[in-house]
Structures are given as C-alpha cells and as structure tokens.
C-alpha cells in the first residue's frame, strides 16, 4: 500500500549534534554488527533507523543508552564523549560516574514495557525523577499526574501494571520516560509486542509528542507510515551500515539502493 505523503517541519541542523557517531563498531564475540558507523543526529531531529531484522538498529540505541559496550569509536552527545575520548592519540574510558549524568539526559522505550510489578503506575512513573533527579516525592507525582493525562491514562495512577493492557502499559513506559524531562528520547520497535488494535493508541501519543516538543528522537520501527509521519530523517540499515539516507518522501517514493527498495517492497 502506499505511504501518505506529509512534510515534518525542520529541525535545527546548526551547532553541535545531539548525537554523533564516530567510527563506531560493536562486535559481539566473532560477530561484527556495526562497522565504521558515522552519523550525527541534530537537536530536535527525528531520525527513524528501517532495515531488516539483526542489520544492528536496537543495538544502535542500546550504545546511546549504554545498554552494550562500544567495541571501538566513539559516540558524542551533545558534543561531548559518551564512554570514550581520545586523548593524547589513545582510546580512554571516561569516569562512570559523568557517563551515568550525561544519560539522565536520554530516555528510552524498549518494546517490552519493563515497568516494576510491585509498583502502581505513578510509583513506577516518579521512581527515577524522585532517586536520579532528586526531585521532592510531590513535584515528582504532580508531573507524573500531567503526563499520564498527556498519554490518556489519568484513571490509571493508583493501577498496578499487571492490570493494564498492553496498549497502556507501553503508554506508561512512554510517561516514564519523559518524567526524566530527557533530551533524547530513544524508542525501539515500541509497539511490536502490542495486539494490532491497541497499536494505535500508543503510536497516537508518540505523534503528539513529535508533534508539540523538540526532543530530540531516535527511532526504530516496522510501522513505516508511522516512520514517514514524524520523520525529518530514514536511513536504511542492513549488514551494520547505512545504505542510504534521506527525507522519508525520497526514501519511500524513490529509493535509490537495490536493497532499500526490495525491503521496502517486502514491508509495505
């Protein structure tokens, strides 16, 4: 089926990346699944990752998130080093403790909700603002309360995650993240464990908040109309590389590599 078109407004693209790659590679044992990845992503860029399955997306997120050690390279985020610096010509780990502070500036949402049973919603919502931020446990609930209204889950406070559905549970991941007042906000394939009726709901909330903020966004996803409506950026992945990149009207009406155009015939 055909994608519909629509034009996101532009990011700033001046000054220092939001993020940038530098010769980044990530081996797992003899398997290389990124090799010489450059790129940047610029303050309130969107930039949604396609490209088949095992081409290295998630993995990409998960080094911004310091989920996975970098093998090699270096990844900058807001122009300083994430986990490594050069200096004097040499390859340096940096302090755990600044890489742990400058990740309070992302967030992330995983495609397994990942919200604590034993908490009701809103604890699960102020547990990182209250202990990472130090943010009083009142602030933190009042925004919590905002953001669960934000995500259409306001009756849902007092609920314990086993009792939502899919659907909401991944709306409360959503608020969670964003109590982190993030400037990056990291999404991995966010509605691939939902039932097909509840996707619309969760990809709803992400559209208004692509639509009303300027976070800075990194995604990966298989819905694609959802990927050309809040993209600035797509780039196709495939073997741990970047294939082609480009505004989501040229890569999905006029692809140019062979691969990108069998994958997206494949998916759409």
């Not at 309070?104 to 949402?109: F, P």
């Given at each position: 089926m055909p994608l519909t078109e629509k034009t996101p407004a532009t990011p700033a693209t001046a000054g220092t990346p939001a993020i940038e790659f530098k010769d980044v590679e990530k081996s797992f044992g003899p398997t290389t699944?990124?090799?010489d990845l450059n790129f940047t992503v610029a303050p309130g860029e969107r930039v949604t990752l396609i490209g088949p399955s095992g081409s290295g997306k998630t993995t990409i997120l998960r080094l911004v998130m310091t989920l996975e050690d970098l093998t090699d390279g270096y990844i900058f985020v807001d122009g300083e080093p994430l986990t490594f610096e050069e200096r004097d010509g040499k390859r340096v780990e940096m302090p755990k403790k600044r890489t742990r502070e400058m990740t309070?500036?992302?967030?992330?949402?995983f495609q397994q909700f990942n919200l604590f049973p034993n908490m009701t919603v809103l604890e699960n919502i102020i547990e990182a603002p209250v202990h990472v931020l130090g943010k009083s446990k009142a602030e933190a609930?009042?925004?919590a309360k905002e953001l669960l209204e934000r995500v259409g889950l306001s009756e849902k406070a007092d609920a314990h995650p086993t009792r939502l559905s899919g659907g909401q549970q991944q709306r409360v991941a959503i608020a969670r993240a964003l109590a982190m007042s993030p400037e990056i906000l990291l999404l991995d394939e966010v509605t691939s464990a939902l039932d097909p009726e509840l996707v619309g709901d969760v990809?709803?909330?992400?559209?208004?908040?692509a639509e009303t903020t300027?976070?800075?966004m990194l995604l990966v996803t298989?819905?694609?109309q959802f990927a050309r409506d809040v993209s600035?950026?797509?780039m196709m992945f495939d073997g741990g590389q970047v294939l082609e990149e480009g505004p989501p009207d040229q890569i999905f009406n006029n692809p140019s590599h062979e691969?990108?155009?069998s994958f997206l015939s494949s998916v759409l």
């Open positions: 699944v990124l090799k309070t500036r992302i967030g992330m949402v609930s009042t925004e990809l709803g909330v992400l559209r208004d908040i300027d976070i800075t298989h819905e694609m600035h950026r797509v691969r990108t155009k």
